[in-house]
């Protein structure tokens, strides 16, 4: 009797330890699967689109990226910076939320109007479940385990145990590493001219030490790692002079490397596809710079005698290229059908011409991403003076690639000052929506006989002038004239303070 009472009495006991164990177990499950459906639920994933920066672009090219996958960022923090063929625009972002994913790489294409990158917005989410979502958490891995009554019923000192066997034994494996060289947090950063000079030299930026600000790689970087890495494949494996001659081989065939264009190329080429539309005519005329290179001169001391806070001290120098600019100007208020442009209505295909009353001239620059033509607004009403310190500033810009749309955009006529590099004539290439261009060769050093006094043999500096025009709507004996008013000015440059406004 006593032995039956004592039988069920555990039996119970057991059946009640059984029941317990289940509850826990259902618990678990339960507020498992609790915390996977609100995480599910707080992620909502935006795409953002790559918005248009005008003038009709339809792609631009990723220079480089501020955030990477995982990264919380901020409504309106920048995310990156991308080139078009005019300038380089830094895209900010529309969300406050996460980064998911990026659609491009650096140095790839990206279209406009699509997405490129995906923000996880959590705007209605609790400051709990944040902490959740965006903190790693190290029980994340045994979660996804099946469980089982053994799991629930083993002791934790047990689990900990055979954790700690597992990270020693990690621990015995891995080797020691040097510790990594800490970077800056703008390492990864650099101006468009330094990321060229990179690809160029087929160096990866990442590579590079930075000195600048916040550990940014200049272009001085590069050279150091160049001098660096090209002492250190000297030293390991010496040249014998005699290996520097190779023989010829009949054999030896011609390869060919295909290379992608670069945006700023790829945007040219389409530009002067359809330059090339336009039928050309060249008028060339050979201009005496020999008064004009006096009265720079002069000027040019009274600038180096003025102080920085004068109007004069906004320019160190003063160059040939302003008077040339104020001279065009000067022209196209006798010659406006120069100033205009031609338009082909697409339902009726006639041509009209519209007239423009602001003379925005253009001017070529040789930047290290290539050739851009940034506009001096507004010739008309600015002096010499103000027309050098444009050009300066617009200079300035292009060699750092900070060109903004509204420095590039507008142009009415051009004027492109190869002589600067090299060559005496040229026949300039006529940009689309415009009419006439001007192209400026090398300045020289001739004798001459003097103009007063022909038996006089006097030394002249004389340049030549190239005009392109639109043979359509311009024709030759407009384009002579024109081009005589500019060359009666810089012969004469005095001439030129009775058309000041």
């Given at each position: ?6 039988s ?6 057991w ?7 289940r509850t ?13 459906h609100?995480t599910?639920?707080l ?9 248009d920066?005008g003038e009709?672009i ?15 960022v901020e ?6 910076e ?20 990026l ?8 279209k ?13 989410a ?7 979502l ?5 029980a ?6 099946p469980?089982?009554?053994?799991m629930?019923?083993?002791p934790?000192q047990?689990?900990d145990?055979g ?16 510790p ?14 330094v990321?060229?000079l990179?690809?160029e030299?087929?160096?990866?930026i990442l ?17 150091k ?17 005699s ?20 945006n700023?190329?790829h ?6 596809t359809?330059?090339l539309n336009?039928?050309h ?7 005496d ?20 806070g004068d109007?004069l ?8 290229l302003?008077f040339v600019?104020k ?17 082909v209505?697409e339902?009726t ?13 253009g001017?070529?620059?040789d ?5 851009l033509?940034?506009?001096?607004k ?10 050098a ?8 810009q ?5 060109l ?5 955009t507008?142009g009415?006529?051009t004027v492109?000052?190869?002589g600067n590099?090299?060559?005496t ?11 006439a ?10 004798p001459a006989?003097?103009?007063q ?11 030549n002038?190239s ?28 001439a ?6």
């Open positions: 009797m006593l032995l039956q009472r004592g069920r009495a555990l039996q119970r006991q059946l009640l330890h059984r029941g317990l164990n826990a177990e259902s618990q678990v499950r339960t507020a498992l699967i609790r915390g996977f609100s599910k639920n992620q909502v994933v935006k795409p953002v689109l790559l918005a920066i009709g339809v792609e631009c090219e990723m220079i480089q990226w501020f955030v990477r996958p995982g990264a919380r409504e309106f923090s920048p995310l990156c991308v080139q078009s063929d005019k300038a380089s625009v830094e895209i900010t972002s529309r969300f406050t939320g996460v980064v998911k994913k659609y491009y790489e650096a140095g790839e294409l990206a406009v109007g699509k997405p490129f990158v995906d923000i996880d917005i959590q705007e209605d609790r400051q709990e479940d944040l902490d959740t965006t903190a790693p958490e190290p994340a891995e045994g979660a996804s385990e469980l089982n009554e053994d629930l019923s083993k934790p047990a689990q145990s954790n700690t066997t597992a990270e020693s034994s990690v621990t015995q494996e891995s080797k020691p590493q040097s990594p060289v800490k970077k800056g947090k703008c390492a990864s950063l650099a101006t468009p001219a990321r060229h990179s690809k030299l087929n160096i990866d590579d590079i030490q930075g000195t600048g600000r916040d550990g940014r790689v200049l272009k001085e970087d590069i050279y790692f160049v001098e660096e890495r090209d002492a250190t494949s000297q030293t390991a494996r010496p040249i014998s002079p290996s520097l001659i190779q023989p010829l081989s009949d054999t030896e065939k011609q390869t060919e490397t295909v290379a992608q264009l670069t700023t190329q945007q040219m080429f389409k530009t002067m359809r330059s336009i039928p005519f060249l008028y060339a005329d050979e201009i710079f020999s008064q004009l290179y006096e009265l720079r001169r002069r000027l040019n001391k009274v600038i180096a005698q003025s102080t920085k109007e001290g906004e320019v160190s120098k003063l160059t040939y302003p600019i001279a065009v100007s000067i022209a196209l208020y006798q010659y406006p059908i120069l100033n205009a442009r031609v338009d209505d339902e295909s006639k041509p009209t011409l519209v007239h423009r009353s602001q003379h925005n001239i001017v070529a620059m930047t290290p991403s290539g050739l033509v940034p506009v001096v507004n010739v008309g009403a600015r002096s010499v003076l103000s027309i310190a444009e050009l300066s500033r617009l200079q300035s292009a060699a750092s690639g900070k903004s749309m509204q420095d590039l507008g009415t006529i492109s000052n190869i590099i090299g060559g004539y040229l026949s300039p290439v006529i940009v689309e929506r415009e009419v261009i001007l192209g400026i060769g090398r300045m020289r050093t001739i006989f003097d103009a006094d022909q038996d006089r043999v006097v030394r002249k500096h004389v340049c002038f005009w392109s025009a639109d043979h359509r709507v311009v024709d030759g004996a407009t384009m002579a004239r024109a081009a005589d008013v500019v060359r009666r000015i810089v012969e004469e440059p005095d030129m303070i009775l058309h000041l406004r």
